[in-house]
């Protein structure tokens, strides 16, 4: 299985900064990335997919830049619920056996 | 509401004695498959299925066994656990293997084995 690696923090960070963390993945050949937000002793849950264009919801943008093979999640104007930790998914082939999980970036708005 | 649905959320249990966590979703979801997330190794996928009867390896099958003999359920099997599978245990589906990045989680499962 091929690395997929995150920053595991903790990222702290003041109310209302902007901040913004990476994933990298090791394969050139995965296709599909994802954002997945997990809550203290919570279920991950979908934040967003991550588009070969960029994409932006609401406060959060992801972006894909596959030269230099990593993702990333920028968070604007940071609320002191988006304190969680953030995981990515990469996916690198058909199979079940190419989805990854990044082991997270634990991230702390502080008020 | 479309949900994935575990039991039990808690078990303390002692070495040896089988269990069994069940997992269900009302989705009509082809893939489900089963995680364990342990502190500073994140969530790591125990078994897989693709549909009913369909079932495969994960990264860290070795002491679980499980079964997809109805398409909602896919409970997970512990014949002799130990304490090396104390862990957080999640359950999750999607609607296809091709859309398995946007994955729907069950509640999680405390597993605590003495």
């Known amino acids: 299985r091929k690395e997929v690696e995150q920053d595991p923090g903790p990222f702290n960070v003041p109310e209302g900064a902007t901040v913004a963390f990476n994933c990298t993945y090791s394969n050139s050949a995965s296709q599909s990335f994802f954002w997945y937000r997990q809550d203290c002793r919570k279920e991950p849950k979908l934040l967003m997919s991550v588009y070969s264009s960029g994409n932006e919801d609401g406060r959060f943008t992801a972006q894909l830049n596959r030269a230099s093979q990593y993702i990333s999640l920028l968070i604007r104007d940071s609320k002191l619920s988006d304190s969680a930790t953030y995981l990515c998914?990469?996916?690198?082939?058909?199979?079940?056996?190419?989805?990854?999980f990044g082991k997270g970036t634990h991230l702390i708005i502080q008020p | 509401e479309a949900q994935v649905t575990q039991n039990p959320r808690y078990l303390i249990t002692v070495t040896g004695k089988k269990l069994t966590v069940t997992c269900s979703q009302n989705m009509n979801h082809e893939y489900m498959s089963w995680y364990r997330q342990d502190p500073g190794l994140g969530l790591r996928q125990i078994y897989y299925?693709?549909?009913?009867?369909?079932?495969d390896k994960g990264d860290v099958p070795e002491g679980y066994k499980v079964s997809r003999k109805e398409k909602r359920n896919f409970p997970l099997i512990l014949e002799s656990p130990s304490p090396n599978q104390t862990s957080l245990y999640f359950c999750?589906?999607?609607?296809?293997?091709?859309?398995?990045?946007?994955?729907?989680f069950g509640p999680g499962t405390r597993l605590t084995v003495l």
């Open positions: 299925s693709m549909n009913v009867e369909v079932t």
């Open positions: 999750a589906s999607s609607l296809t293997l091709a859309g398995a990045g946007e994955q729907f």
């Open positions: 998914v990469v996916i690198s082939g058909g199979g079940a056996d190419g989805l990854t």
